[in-house]
């Protein structure tokens, strides 16, 4: 039996709280109570957009965005010269290492049609522990077919796809048309490298979008009156010379949340993932660590997690408790040695 108090990340901030936990479960939590050993006490970390095979690539990725992850690139000749059983064996590493970040929950866009899923599901087997995938999955080529979707929707959450202008205008309109038939979720990358138009992404129904890092102010209005979420992934985006405007985002009231992205350029660390956006927010204006928490937190609980993640039950991280601002010292500089213990609640 521990007893643990401290902070409490709730929905609107921290708050002290005292949580008595047996058996990794939380058994008794008090609000403004404070026995115990002194913790920070967060929710799991959700790790809201990842292509997890990319970890098959073992060499540093150099050239063009198109060069590293387009058609006929880098990432695409290793995926399909590499055997299932390699494929999964780097899966599940890649897993067993979010989970050592306190990631519980993952958004992972699957590519490479039925096969790719199952081959996920190989990699899921693999891990006794008890990490939650939304997985969204896509056509294995840039068409509309009604049967491999509903195929796929056995397997996945959603259709996740890849960006609007990397398809044909009338199929991408079907594929949306079907998911939703299908009454299932549809979410897209949007605006990574270059603009792409919202009205159209919108109109087709999207759950969430990923990137927006050459959106305009009024597309991010736009987003924000739709109550479309937005994902965002700055190291991805560093890595190919881009910047998402992360101050800008949230003045136009974007809910935003972080993802690791591609497996090959960044691993599952949301401490880093944290620290990298806050400072990039740092560099264009001005972010509170906070926020930066959230989106790493609550900000997906609230906007991502339905319809994709059922599961009522919650995942606390209990981190090391050290002084001063309990935000700002998670995100400039914790990492995987500050969690104390992982319980559920
Ligand atoms: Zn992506």
């Not at 899966?91 to 290492?97: A, G, Q």
């Not at 960006?163 to 949007?190: G, N």
């Amino acid at each position: 039996m521990k007893r643990y108090n401290g902070p409490h990340l709730c929905e609107d901030g921290f708050k002290q709280a005292e949580f008595l936990v047996k058996e990794n479960e939380v058994k008794e939590y008090e609000s403004g109570g404070d026995e115990g050993e002194d913790a920070i006490i967060i929710p799991a970390f959700y790790n809201s957009h990842t292509h997890i095979a990319d970890s098959i690539v073992d060499e540093p990725p150099v050239g063009t965005l198109e060069e590293v992850v387009g058609p006929g690139g880098l990432k695409e000749k290793k995926l399909s010269s590499s055997s299932k059983d390699e494929l999964a064996s780097s899966m599940y590493d890649y897993l067993k290492d979010a989970l050592s970040y306190g990631v519980r929950y993952i958004f992972e866009f699957r590519e490479g049609g039925l096969e790719g899923l199952q081959t996920f599901e190989r990699a899921m087997e693999m891990i006794d522990d008890d990490i939650r995938p939304a997985v969204w999955g896509r056509p294995a080529r840039r068409e509309h077919d009604e049967k491999e979707l509903e195929e796929i929707l056995e397997h996945a959450s959603g259709i996740g796809l890849s960006a609007y202008r990397d398809w044909d205008e009338k199929q991408i309109k079907k594929v949306a048309k079907s998911t939703h038939k299908l009454d299932r979720p549809l979410a897209m990358h949007c605006s990574e490298d270059v603009r792409e138009p919202i009205e159209e992404v919108i109109d087709m129904g999207v759950h969430h979008l990923v990137h927006m890092v050459e959106a305009t102010e009024e597309d991010l209005l736009l987003c924000a009156e739709e109550d479309i979420p937005v994902v965002i992934c700055p190291r991805s985006n560093l890595f190919f010379g881009r910047m998402p405007d992360i101050p800008k985002m949230i003045r136009c009231g974007v809910n935003l949340s972080l993802g690791t992205d591609n497996a090959m350029i960044s691993d599952p660390n949301m401490f880093r993932e944290m620290e990298t956006a806050y400072r990039l927010g740092k560099l264009q204006g001005d972010v509170s660590p906070i926020d930066i928490l959230m989106m790493s937190t609550w900000n997906p609980r609230k906007s991502l997690k339905r319809p994709c993640i059922e599961e009522e039950e919650e995942t606390l991280l209990i981190l090391e408790k050290k002084k001063g601002d309990p935000a700002y010292n998670i995100i400039k500089g914790y990492s995987s040695r500050d969690i104390i213990d992982v319980v559920k609640w």
